[in-house]
């Protein structure tokens, strides 16, 4: 295989504290507008210190109806839940990923974003929510296989995809091997574009509960006189934390793509701490990977990141999955 390399068609980074251009999401949320979709968000909605609408961070309900109403208005998702207890994703962070995933394709295919159910994805820890596979159908039509080792999750995600009518779109497949991550998820002779995964972040439960102190403690939002759920948007064991955290994961998930180097043009996972990801290009350099990308989001304040590899090159991918009928403006 070809020796690892940044390739200067790399898709451009985001400006600083910007959202991908094709974010939906730009600018204040219109709050009657996400009322008039969604009639059980006016409830929440209060006005902030600086006389401006909005919900309470800090309450999952809260922010739940609230991803509801984002769903439905921008993406026509018309049913959204999840169980109590579970992540609760920001969706404009998720949907940067799944923008910048198609910069990354669009890179191999003269500047054109392949669109259609020819692209194939596997979503790795899909969870209760499923959110990448519904924005990624939505925006660009490709076709998702997501995997969870928990059974509920997959459940409650089943039933998304059969409320929004996407049974032929969405896939969902269990994995009961807890120490393994492409194996036995990806058939013999099945292809896939691209894997997708945001990976728990997190060593402990411990760990997990600190961080999140630290973000409302940041937000200004810790009040010793007010109960306050322990996680800022929930989340079960898998979702949150893993034996070595985050680096021991992508590490994890790195060795194992080879075994699937020529089944998966494009590898991919989020890096929620940036030492890690020359620590993870390193290793992928080991690994004999023929292109890594790194990729810059900005959500506000927060930085965030993917980092993105494939085992084949620039001719060997465009002919795995583009043509003609797929690539669209």
């Not at 800090?58 to 921008?74: G, H, I, Y």
């Not at 998702?77 to 940067?96: F, H, K, S």
């Amino acid at each position: 295989m070809a020796a690892m390399s940044l390739s200067p068609n790399a898709p451009a980074p985001t400006p600083s504290g910007k959202l991908h251009p094709r974010n939906r999401h730009q600018g204040r949320y219109d709050f009657p507008a996400l009322i008039k979709v969604c009639p059980e968000l006016a409830v929440f909605v209060i006005t902030n210190p600086y006389g401006k609408l909005s919900i309470d961070f800090a309450d999952p309900l809260a922010v739940k109806v609230f991803n509801r109403a984002l769903l439905q208005q921008f993406y026509g998702i018309q049913y959204w839940d999840i169980p109590e207890g579970y992540l609760c994703p920001p969706i404009p962070g998720r949907a940067d990923y799944i923008h910048g995933l198609a910069d990354l394709l669009a890179m191999d295919s003269h500047h054109q974003i392949p669109r259609g159910q020819g692209i194939k994805v596997l979503d790795i820890g899909c969870g209760a929510n499923c959110i990448y596979p519904l924005i990624g159908q939505a925006e660009y039509g490709w076709q998702f296989v997501g995997t969870d080792i928990s059974q509920p999750a997959l459940a409650a995600a089943q039933v998304l995809v059969q409320s929004n009518g996407l049974n032929k779109t969405i896939q969902l497949r269990q994995q009961t091997q807890a120490q393994q991550i492409f194996q036995g998820m990806i058939q013999a002779g099945e292809r896939f574009t691209l894997s997708l995964c945001n990976p728990p972040f997190h060593a402990s439960l411990e760990e997990a509960t600190q961080g999140s102190r630290r973000k409302w403690r940041n937000l200004g939002k810790l009040d010793p006189k007010r109960s306050l759920p322990k996680l800022n948007f929930g989340g079960q064991a898998a979702e949150l934390y893993c034996e070595g955290g985050e680096l021991a994961f992508i590490k994890r998930m790195a060795t194992e793509s080879q075994d699937f180097a020529t089944q998966v043009v494009w590898f991919s996972t989020l890096v929620s701490k940036v030492g890690h990801v020359s620590l993870l290009q390193a290793q992928l350099k080991r690994l004999r990977a023929a292109s890594v990308q790194v990729v810059d989001m900005g959500q506000g304040q927060k930085r965030s990141r993917f980092v993105a590899w494939s085992y084949l090159d620039t001719q060997q991918r465009q002919a795995c999955y583009l043509s003609p009928i797929q690539a669209k403006d």
